[in-house]
């Protein structure tokens, strides 16, 4: 079964886009909040999975050395349509997931629980997941945490891109400041040449007779 589609999807995807995120190589940020869920969800497999239109794409990983999988597949995709947790404590009695090559092969998915990772304008880009190859739920404590840790993950984007637009906004200042002041140095070599066309073009008066010495 494939997950359906969330009903903001064109602005979701373009919003996605605008973090710039998507194939980054891994930053210390994003691999310490996964290994936090990790430790306390108990888990030996915790991603950072943003969707895109038709992977999804782990800016961090914890258990496991793949780097993407397709969103037809993808427990993730289901979790961008809720506004909470979604959790699936045994993939096999799930019918949504029971034929599921993760689930039927490696990793051989059982328990999964993801927090979307929703955006200040209120679009899912992705989640914070636990993966678990037993069947088996979270306490309370720890669905709260992965709530806690996804809003953290999300935070760090929004950082992350506003360092980003500032530093080109810097940089877009920089080059008008260089063009600014090319364009005032052509205007005085504008102003200098005139000066001497100026010079070139007016004609000699004529000039007065000596006196003759005495």
């Known amino acids: 079964m494939i997950a359906p589609i969330p009903q ?10 605008q973090y710039d995120v998507l194939d980054t190589v891994p930053e210390e940020v994003f691999d310490d909040l996964t290994e936090l869920a990790a430790r306390i969800c108990e888990a030996p497999i915790a991603l950072i999975s ?4 038709k992977r999804q794409w782990f800016k961090s990983k914890i258990g496991t050395t793949v780097n993407e999988t397709s969103r037809d597949v993808s427990f993730c995709a289901y979790a961008i349509t809720q506004s909470d947790l979604f959790i699936v404590p045994d993939a096999t009695l799930d019918p949504r997931f029971a034929n599921n090559p993760l689930v039927t092969s490696d990793p051989r998915i059982r328990f999964y629980a993801g927090a979307p990772l929703i955006t200040p304008d209120g679009h899912a880009l992705g989640t914070l997941c636990v993966i678990d190859k037993v ?40 080059e ?26 007016t004609p000699a008066g004529p000039r007065k007779a000596s006196r003759p010495r005495k």
Not at 147 to 161: D, F, G, K, W, Y
Not at 178 to 188: G, Q, S
Request: charged share 45%; hydrophobic share 40%.
């Open 50 to 53: 943003l969707v895109d239109e």
């Open 8 to 17: 903001d999807e064109k602005k979701r995807l373009k919003v996605l886009w």
């Open 176 to 201: 008008f400041k260089m063009d600014l002041e090319k364009a005032r140095a052509e205007l005085a070599e504008a102003r200098r040449e005139l000066a001497r066309s100026k010079r070139a073009s």
């Open 135 to 174: 069947p088996r739920e979270l306490r309370p404590d720890q669905k709260q945490a992965l709530r806690i840790l996804a809003r953290h993950v999300v935070s760090q984007l929004e950082l992350r891109r506003r360092s980003r637009e500032l530093a080109a906004a810097r940089q877009q200042g920089n």
